[in-house]
């Protein structure tokens, strides 16, 4: 069941929650960025593994 808010809206707590959104859109694409890098990394360094594996003959 969804939060429906009983009270009103003040005027503090309108900007409070646009502000909070904003942040957390920001948090979001900074970790997003960050998962992105760590993942071509992580593809490059098992590409180059499985490249040294294939040049000393262990795969076939």
């Not at 929650?17 to 942040?23: C, D, E, R």
């Not at 948090?27 to 040294?52: N, P, Q, T």
């Amino acid at each position: 069941m969804p939060f429906i808010p009983q009270g009103n809206v003040s005027d503090k707590g309108l900007p409070a929650a646009i502000v909070g959104m904003i942040v957390f859109y920001g948090a979001m694409r900074i970790y997003a960025r960050f998962m992105d890098a760590y993942i071509r990394r992580k593809e490059r360094e098992l590409r180059e593994e499985l490249k040294e594996e294939e040049e000393m003959g262990d795969i076939y």
